[in-house]
């Protein structure tokens, strides 16, 4: 055999053996997590994970006065997996961010596990699904090349842990609608960004008694003209949705900061 088709042989060979590898390890890790979820076992649990995943999930729970992770081990059902029953179709990394990626035939969606490598060990962070028809008639056409899309690709960026929440005053939830991505902080707390389209969600910090401060900024999408923009905040005041935040605008500025009170 020449030399350069030896080498290329090598070389093909030990870049299938790393994905297998790397996809090894990512499951290895999965079944930690849920492993830990299914033993109810709290530390287990914050170590399978990566620190902002953690903080993330503490966080959302603490925004709804609800114990953590206690509450969370009660709703697990979403993040258990059977491997055998999916169709594996990739498994990636860029630096210390990793994702594998399956095809559930059954439901016709695509599952996208996210990890983060922490000293040297790759801990879950997050689970994502997309199901589309588009995708479902590729599927059935053996074409993969949906998976060349940003959204399925690790970006390579470690997510920065997300500040202690503590406890929260009102649990709230804020609506968003417009054709922009919308990303807002509330008293200085990052919430979620959005990428067109309505949404409804938990708000993280909640609503403070008293004087509250919003920001809000918006970026243009490509392609999309922006078509006004709507944001309430509703909070729990004495267990009642309450209305007390509420924005609607045909042009909005690109940034907007207002302040509001809740009894």
Known sequence: MPRVILILSVLLFSSTLSAQDLRIAMEASYNIFTNSLKAKDA?????????ASYMKMKNAMTSSKSAFPETFFESTEDYTLNFTTLQFLKAIENGATGNLIYYDNTEENVILLKFTKEAG?????????????????RMKKKDLSFLDEKKFKPNGIIAIVPQEIKSVDYIAMIDIAGEYK???????????STNGGSKSGLLIGGVKKGKNTIVIKLTPLEGVKGSGLSISVRSFIQENPKEVFLLKSATPSTTITKEFVAP
């Open 182 to 192: 919308v990303s807002i902080s509330l008293n200085g707390i990052e919430q979620e």
């Open 121 to 137: 060990a790759w801990k879950f962070s997050e689970l994502e699904s997309y199901g589309t028809q588009e995708i479902a008639n």
């Open 43 to 51: 530390t287990k649990f914050k170590s399978a994970v990566s620190n």
